[in-house]
């Protein structure tokens, strides 16, 4: 009975000798792929729908990117012009003799004595943009002040490099 049972589960090794064996199937396959890749490549059209089918991806991609570095681009410009500030109040003696920015940087420097009195975190949030006026009619300007001529370099890099990257996106 034992045998019985065996028989039925193992198939027997004539039955597996039918059919054709693994290895042909594999040169075949292969064959096929290799036509299929010369087709491929004998055929423009067929190169070119796959290419715009893949751009379209590729343009969503690029566009993304460069949005995201123009965005750190303009922070980046918005720390410089910031700072700038800072520095252009630090050396408010020498800025004083510029008679084009006197009455605009007086007004602004009222404004931050109002916002230092009230020592609020607003304050600081508003300081900045404070700050960045002062930098902004500084860079406008552009005294010939030493400490301040880094911040100029950096600022027109930042300018380039932002206009560099709209054209990029237009041209998109």
């Not at 039918?18 to 292969?30: A, D, K, M």
């Amino acid at each position: 009975m034992n045998e019985l049972r065996t028989s039925y589960l193992i198939p027997a090794a004539e039955s597996q000798k039918e059919g054709l064996p693994v290895w042909i199937f594999y040169i075949i396959f292969c064959a096929v792929l290799l036509l299929l890749f010369l087709a491929f490549l004998h055929n423009k059209d067929l190169r070119n729908k796959i290419n715009n089918i893949f751009l379209a991806y590729k343009k969503k991609f690029m566009k993304f990117w460069l949005e995201a570095i123009l965005r750190r681009q303009e922070k980046k410009k918005n720390k410089l012009l910031i700072q700038l500030g800072q520095q252009g109040t630090s050396a408010w003696p020498e800025l004083k003799d510029q008679s084009q920015a006197a009455s605009e940087i007086n007004s602004l420097e009222e404004k931050k004595e109002k916002f230092g009195e009230a020592r609020c975190e607003l304050a600081s949030s508003q300081l900045e943009a404070h700050y960045r006026a002062i930098g902004l009619i500084i860079n406008k300007i552009r005294p010939g002040i030493k400490a301040l001529a880094i911040y100029y370099s950096r600022i027109d890099q930042a300018e380039r490099r932002i206009k560099i990257l709209k054209k990029e996106l237009e041209n998109l």
